[in-house]
Nanobody, 122 residues
Framework: QVTLEESGGGLVQFGGSLRLSCVVS????????MDWYRQTLGDQRELVAS???????SYADSVKGRFTISRDNAKNTAYLQMDSLKPEDTAVYYC????????????????WGQGTQVTVSS
């Protein structure tokens, strides 16, 4: 089984920084794209940033210039560096990975972490 675990969330003041980490564990898998989503209670989950296996990135307009997504393929880990944080960034942040099982049949998968809370005070 492929599992994801986020860490690095917490309480930070306006303008502060946090770095989230997402570690993918398991065996016999290949990760293609990795993404960070966020969700506020009562709202739908929002795509924040994406990174491909080759390192191509994309960002939501609301975080461009402030957030940076990266990954270490050797460690099966993705990161989200969040700078100049604003109260509207407050949410539960979820890591998502899309990949394939390293089996006879390359079964695709989509895996989600449990989420980590980010709270930005005003």
């Amino acid at each position: 089984q492929v599992t994801l675990e986020e860490s690095g969330g917490g309480l930070v003041q306006f303008g502060g920084s946090l770095r989230l980490s997402c570690v993918v564990s398991g065996s016999l898998f290949i990760i293609d794209d990795m993404d960070w989503y966020r969700q506020t209670l009562g709202d739908q989950r929002e795509l924040v940033a994406s990174i491909s296996s080759g390192g191509s990135t994309s960002y939501a307009d609301s975080v461009k210039g402030r957030f940076t997504i990266s990954r270490d393929n050797a460690k099966n880990t993705a990161y989200l560096q969040m700078d100049s944080l604003k109260p509207e960034d407050t949410a539960v942040y979820y890591c998502h990975a899309a990949g394939r099982r390293e089996t006879f049949i390359r079964t695709p998968f989509n895996a989600w972490g449990q989420g980590t809370q980010v709270t930005v005070s005003s």
